[in-house]
């Protein structure tokens, strides 16, 4: 019994000590370098482009011709908050014909900062508590 026990507390022990490190996530599709090979300027459409590199991040609004692949690597500090270590962003511009016209590529130092917002988003109006909005739905069907 007090072997089982030991085991245990040592088992718990090593679950505690290895919970405690920073965890690294990354985001987003990445983009080798390998893969861009095959992609030449006035000369790939974008067929070729989704079968070399798979589906876009995201594509241009108001069919700008664009699609873009979005790679973050992102470190969580112990009880910290999650900050970006590493962005890259390749935009590739395609005509009207879709042949590919540009490759734009942006990292972290020269790409816009974005704002995170790390709850909900803020709205106008009353904020209720849980207790609150039951009596308030009990009002209301009992006004019915």
Do not use: W
């Amino acid at each position: 019994m007090k072997r089982v026990l030991s085991f245990l507390a040592v088992g718990l022990v090593l679950t505690m000590i290895t919970s405690c490190g920073s965890r690294i996530q990354s985001h987003g599709r990445l983009v080798e370098e390998s893969q861009l090979a095959s992609i030449e300027i006035g000369v790939s459409t974008k067929q070729d482009i989704l079968f070399a590199l798979g589906q876009p991040s995201f594509e241009g609004a108001f069919n700008s011709g664009k699609i873009y692949y979005n790679n973050q690597i992102m470190i969580k500090e112990v009880a910290g908050k999650n900050k970006v270590s590493d962005r890259t962003l390749f935009i590739f511009t395609f005509d009207n014909s879709n042949i590919l016209q540009e490759i734009e590529v942006r990292d972290q130092s020269t790409d816009l900062q974005i704002a995170k917002i790390d709850k909900a988003t803020p709205t106008p109006g009353e904020n209720l508590s849980a207790t609150e909005q039951i009596l308030s739905n009990l009002r209301r069907r009992s006004d019915q």
